[in-house]
């Protein structure tokens, strides 16, 4: 996948994670982008780990899914850190 194709992807499972984890989050469309690639790469990473796929290398629902679930859990995470400290 292009750099272009990760960028719309990470759009698209960073929007979807937002929307199956609603909340005030500080960051804007870019920090959802960033989160989206970033969770399509540790999505990836826990598919590959776990043995259930590939990662993410294509454009399909199963991609969106992988990066979709990488983000939750970055989201999570990133929640955690930042509402400890306030």
Do not use: E, Q
Not at 29 to 57: E, K, P, R, Y
């Amino acid at each position: 996948m292009g750099i272009l194709s990760w960028i719309v992807l990470g759009l698209v499972a960073g929007v979807l994670a937002k929307a199956v984890m609603p909340g005030r989050d500080p960051g804007g469309l870019i920090v959802t982008i960033l989160l989206g690639i970033a969770g399509a790469v540790v999505g990836g990473f826990i598919a590959v780990a776990l043995g259930i796929g590939h990662g993410v290398d294509n454009f399909d629902m199963g991609s969106i899914l992988t990066a979709m679930v990488g983000a939750i859990v970055l989201l999570l995470g990133y929640r955690m850190v930042f509402s400890s400290s306030r």
